[in-house]
C-alpha cells in the first residue's frame, strides 16, 4: 500500500480520536461536575467548594487542550493526505504528527495526573468522588483511539520507509564525464 493510503486512515484515526475527546472525555467532566455539584449542595463561595471546583475546572481545561490538539493534527494530516510533498516533506510531517501523538499520551495518561484525580476522589466524597471514578473510566476508554493512533503511525512510518527504499541512485564513469541516473524503482 502506499504512503498516501497510510496518511488517508491516519486522518481517520485523528478524528476518531478528537470525537472520542470532545464527546465523551469533555462531555462527562462537564456533566459529572454539574452532577457532582448539585449532589454535593455547596456553595462555590466554601473554601472546600471552590477547591472542588478549580480542580474540575483544570481537567476540563485540560480536555480542552488535548481536543484542540487533535483537531490541529486532524487538520495538518488532512492538508498532507491532499498532496504528495515529496519525502522530505512527508517524513516532517510524519514527525510532527507523531511528536503530537506523544504530547497527547502523555499527558492524557500521565501517572502524576491519575494520581491526583485518585486523590481528589478520595478526600472528596459526596459524588465528586463518583465523578473522579467516571472521569478515571472515560480516561481508559481513549486508550482504544489512542491504540489505534499509534498503529496508523506505525503503518505510515513503514510505507515511507519502504518507499524511501525504493529509490535508487546509480554513478557511471563515462569517457567525458559522470553520468548521475535517479530512478524509482516500483515494487
Not at 473554601?47 to 485540560?62: D, N, P, S, T
Not at 511528536?99 to 459524588?127: A, I, V, Y
Amino acid at each position: 500500500m502506499t504512503v498516501s493510503i497510510h496518511i488517508r486512515e491516519l486522518r481517520k484515526k485523528w478524528n476518531i480520536l478528537q470525537t472520542v475527546l470532545k464527546e465523551d472525555l469533555l462531555w462527562t467532566i462537564k456533566e459529572l461536575r454539574s452532577a457532582a455539584n448539585r449532589q454535593s449542595g455547596l456553595e462555590p463561595d466554601e473554601k472546600v467548594g471552590r477547591k472542588r471546583v478549580r480542580f474540575a475546572r483544570r481537567c476540563e481545561q485540560l480536555a480542552k487542550k488535548l481536543v484542540v490538539r487533535a483537531q490541529r493534527a486532524w487538520v495538518e494530516v488532512k492538508e498532507l493526505a491532499k498532496t504528495d510533498l515529496g519525502p522530505a516533506r512527508t517524513a516532517e510531517d510524519l514527525a510532527h504528527s507523531q511528536h503530537q501523538f506523544d504530547d497527547l499520551e502523555r499527558q492524557l495518561f500521565s501517572k502524576e495526573f491519575r494520581q491526583s484525580l485518585d486523590r481528589f476522589g478520595r478526600k472528596n466524597r459526596e459524588g465528586w468522588d463518583q465523578w473522579a471514578r467516571q472521569l478515571a473510566e472515560t480516561i481508559e476508554r481513549c486508550r482504544l483511539p489512542m491504540y489505534d493512533l499509534s498503529l496508523a503511525l506505525g503503518q505510515c512510518w513503514r510505507a515511507h520507509s519502504a518507499r524511501l527504499e525504493t529509490t535508487t541512485v546509480s554513478v557511471r564513469a563515462t569517457g567525458i564525464g559522470r553520468q548521475v541516473r535517479y530512478r524509482n524503482r516500483r515494487k
